[in-house]
């Protein structure tokens, strides 16, 4: 259960961000703040787990 876990929070955020993208180009809201504030958070998400991913396999130029 515990190997699910990861990708299916992946996919989460990917589901997300895609959900906020759609917002903020079609949307006519007077604030985006939720959307690319769900944004930059995946950004950190997914930043971290490709610098620890990197750092753990040393196959960052190979």
Same mark, same amino acid.
């Given at each position: 259960m515990k190997r699910a876990s990861l990708p299916a929070a992946l996919l989460a955020f990917l +589901? +997300?961000?895609w959900l906020a993208l759609d917002d903020i180009t079609t949307g006519n809201q007077p604030s985006f703040f939720w959307e690319y504030s769900m *944004? *930059?958070?995946s950004i950190v998400v !997914?930043?971290?787990i490709? !610098?620890?991913?990197f750092k753990t396999s040393g196959n960052l130029h190979n």
């Open positions: +589901l +997300l961000d *944004i *930059i958070a !997914f930043g971290v490709g !610098f620890f991913y």
